[in-house]
């Protein structure tokens, strides 16, 4: 009957998609907390790539229910065509999918407000991947969002949508000499959808609480990662959710006292897409060739992501933000044949040191990362599934990471498959 939350400890794309997969093989129930279609998470099973983005990874397997929970925003559109990806590859969405009533909608008119936001912004631009999730969570709060649920009452949904869009146009009028949107247009698109998708709207912590208590194994997975968290990342450049773990409980309306464990996904090396600060980036060929041996491009956007070193100053803010009670660590194989790695311990700022993560964006974005570097290992690691197989040098970069952090490794990541994985400690 446990409780278990992913959650990434870096900047996202640590490999959750892959992790939830392998672990939903034992779950009844996996619940996505918090983001919306800005994730992409990419599960390999054989030599078939699937990348979800709204639809919990645990999709996969038959016989789990999948849960969109309340503190996800829902691109309706976007969640229809994914549902259509997964049945032309043969995954059956029925029953088996269940959409929060009190998830916030993502209207046409946060796309706009996104890429203006960011044009606005020029070369302070947070490099959103322009879904609307931004201006989405800013109606969420602001009290004038409208949820899924809505989509269910047409005379509400169509007074809230009027309020809203009279309110958005002036602004696109008068700030961007844009024409604006007509009501009339979304009602109606935004109706069809609700058909479409009425038969999986329910009261999801209803159905999640009593699953608790019936006994069932239940994951909740986090998209993005910590450092990209609301509160706890690298503020303003971050995404607009809380992301850690203390984001699942409100997100689908759970109690703390229910989670059993926190595994945090920790790539063996760090990546982050869009700006901000990133201290261990490495910005010469050895970057370069990081990228090209981790097909390191959003699976979303298809940006480069920047590549760096491991920090475990952003670890070890993660094991604390979280309370994680072990780590998954992938793409260990991404750095077989590297003569040298690097792992940063602390910064160095203006004669101080830094052994927690800085709050302050100017010393996160001057600062020297401190670095410890260890001896690369020659053999593959690819594929391997028992600790004891792995090189000696590739064990001991493990063990000095456990060390450095504070928590043990429970499962590490060999390869993109669902099998090239060595599980230490099972979560359920
Ligand atoms: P997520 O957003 O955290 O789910 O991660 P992404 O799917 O965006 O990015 C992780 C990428 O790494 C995907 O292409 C995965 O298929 C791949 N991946 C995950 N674990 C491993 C691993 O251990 N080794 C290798 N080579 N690739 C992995
Ligand atoms: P997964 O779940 C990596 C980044 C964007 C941008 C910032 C804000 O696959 O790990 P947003 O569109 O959310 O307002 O953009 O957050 N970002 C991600 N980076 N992985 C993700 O998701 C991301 N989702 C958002 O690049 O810097
Ligand atoms: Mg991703």
Known sequence: MPIVIVVGAQWGDEGKGKLVDVLTERADF????????????TVVIKDEKFVLHLIPSGVLHKNTVCVIG???????????????????????????????RSAHLIMPYHLALDLANEQALGKKCIGTTGRGIGPTYIDKMARCGIRVGDLLNPGLFREKLALNVKKINLLMKNLYQ????????????????????????????????????????????GAQGTLLDIDHGTYPYVTSSNAVAGGACTGVGMGPTRISRVLGIVKAYTTRVGSGPFP??????????????????GATTGRPRRCGWLDTVVLRHAVMINGLSGVAMTKLDILDGLKKIKICTAYKHG????????????VLEKCTPVYEEMDGWTASTLGIRQFSK???KARAYIRRIEELIGVRADFISTGRKRDELITIRKQF
């Not at 619940?31 to 279609?37: F, K, L, N």
């Not at 559109?77 to 929060?100: H, Q, T, V």
């Open 30 to 41: 996996v619940a996505r907390y918090q983001g919306g279609h800005n994730a992409g998470h």
């Open 70 to 100: 309340n503190g996800v925003v829902v691109e309706p559109r976007a969640l229809l065509e994914e549902m259509e990806g997964l049945r032309r590859k043969g995954i059956g969405i029925s029953d088996n999918l269940r959409i929060s």
């Open 178 to 221: 844009s024409r604006g949107f007509s009501a009339g247009r979304i009602f109606d698109e935004y109706m069809e959808y609700g058909g479409k998708l009425r038969k999986h709207i329910a009261d999801t912590d209803v159905i999640l609480n009593e699953a608790a208590a019936a006994g069932k194994n239940i994951l909740l997975e």
């Open 280 to 297: 261990t980036e490495i910005l010469d060929a050895v970057g370069e060739d990081i990228r090209a041996r981790g097909g390191e491009f």
């Open 351 to 362: 004669g101080k040191t830094y052994h927690h993560f800085p709050k302050d964006i100017e």
């Open 390 to 392: 792995l090189p000696l």
